[in-house]
């Protein structure tokens, strides 16, 4: 099966220059280049410079917004997170809708994350596609026009991990991105302090062979909006190559590789016969040519350490040296402080709502030499990065 999703659920260079400072960060510590690990260190107040390498490094990414506490992909998620101070917020995962506007859901279902199935005049709309080689039946942002969708309101997706966060089931509706680009200025100007957002494009391949093919769209929205340059504070993922390939030629925004498990095979290369795997992207060679199109990779995080057959961390790979010697920087997904989610020997007894020790999995993680990462939980990622920086 190709992926699109994370395994737990289921131009040029010039632009590369820019994150160079970034890679030099946290990757400059473990490649032992001298002085090279204060110039990203948040105790000197961030990287140096504009665009990607003025972040902190590690970089503390709210995943789908503060998703951990408030029902993921909402302007309640996406603000908790810069409260929390998440330096980015991936607003949002996007997809289409049936009159082309791109919105913020993780996957074209929304029956998982909305209360469509409450709206009687939408149960003819359930469907079985076929999405990424995989049955799902639901129903589909691309079968509902804009104003449709805005009747629905957004609910926890995992609501066994996540009691708490139903309180909030209802109260936000389903955002746009032009509505989150918006957003981002407004935040900006009322925190004083420029807010960055990671927006992912999901099933490009699914959704351009449907007649929706989003990449243009977002690249017209960055354009409206003057976000589409190498320093705009707006960094672009996929699990698709010829995705960001297509983005690459579009725009001058940073852009991130997502990668999936090893044995994993990027959609977009099932569909167009490329043979290759995930396990073939991270050689050096894959790497090095994924550097000539983009500036970061973000994999997940069993790609940096591996578990064992009981789910306990092993040794690190090579990826986080390889990567950065190919000046690519790092942005794995994705932690999360509930026991299901953390490496085994992270756990604290077996409840699923319950959190584990999500501080000693962020110290395993961050002494990999990572740039940032993906987290649920921005307040707990915050302040194990302040551990980190500190030790
Ligand atoms: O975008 C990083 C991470 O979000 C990828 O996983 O499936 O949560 O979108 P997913
Ligand atoms: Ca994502």
């Known amino acids: 099966m190709g992926t699109q999703e994370s395994d737990e659920q289921t131009g040029g260079t010039g632009r590369r220059a820019l994150l160079g400072a970034a890679v030099l960060g946290a990757g400059g510590a473990v490649l032992g280049l001298p002085g090279t690990a204060r110039a990203a260190d948040p105790r000197h107040g961030g990287g140096r410079g504009s665009g990607v390498k003025g972040l902190p490094v590690p970089t503390v990414i709210g ?8 029902p993921e992909h909402t302007f309640g998620a996406y603000e908790l997170a810069l409260d929390m101070g998440a330096d980015i917020v991936e607003a949002g995962d996007l997809v289409p809708t049936k009159d082309g506007h791109l919105v913020c859901r993780h996957e074209p279902e929304i029956g998982g994350t909305t209360d469509v199935a409450d709206h009687p005049e939408f149960a003819d709309r359930k469907r079985t596609k076929l999405l990424d080689g995989v049955s799902t039946t639901g129903w589909f942002t691309e079968d509902f026009t804009l104003a449709e969708l805005k009747t629905l309101r957004a609910t926890e997706r995992i609501p066994a991990n996540r009691p708490h966060n139903t309180l909030y089931d209802g109260r936000w509706e389903i955002p746009t991105f032009e509505e989150v680009l918006r957003w981002q200025n407004e935040q900006t100007r009322k925190r004083g302090k420029q807010v960055w957002i990671y927006p992912e494009l999901k099933h490009p391949t699914y959704f ?20 589409d340059r190498k320093n705009s504070p707006v960094i672009i993922q996929s699990f698709e190559p010829t995705s960001i390939q297509r983005m690459n030629r579009l725009v001058g925004n ?46 997940t995080l069993d790609l940096i350490i591996p578990k064992d057959s009981a789910g306990r961390l092993t040794e690190p790979t090579t990826l986080v040296r390889d990567a950065h010697r190919a000046g690519l920087i790092l942005h794995p997904y994705t932690m999360r402080n509930e026991n299901p989610f953390l490496p085994a020997d992270f756990r604290k007894g077996s409840e699923p709502d319950a959190y584990g020790d999500v501080f000693g999995a962020f110290r395993a993680y961050f002494a990999t030499g990572i740039d940032g990462v993906f987290t649920d939980h921005p307040d707990t990622g915050v302040l194990a990065r302040e551990d980190f920086v500190n030790s």
């Open 254 to 299: 940073p852009l991130a590789v997502l990668l999936s498990g090893a044995k994993s095979r990027p959609w977009d290369f099932v569909e167009n016969g490329d043979p290759r795997t995930t396990a073939d992207l991270i050689t050096p060679e894959g790497l090095k040519e994924i550097a000539s199109y983009a500036q970061g990779i973000g994999p």
């Open 63 to 70: 995943h789908r917004g503060a998703s951990g506490h408030r």
């Open 208 to 227: 351009r062979k449907l007649g929706l093919g989003t990449e243009e769209r977002l690249a017209r929205l960055l354009r409206k909006y003057g976000k």
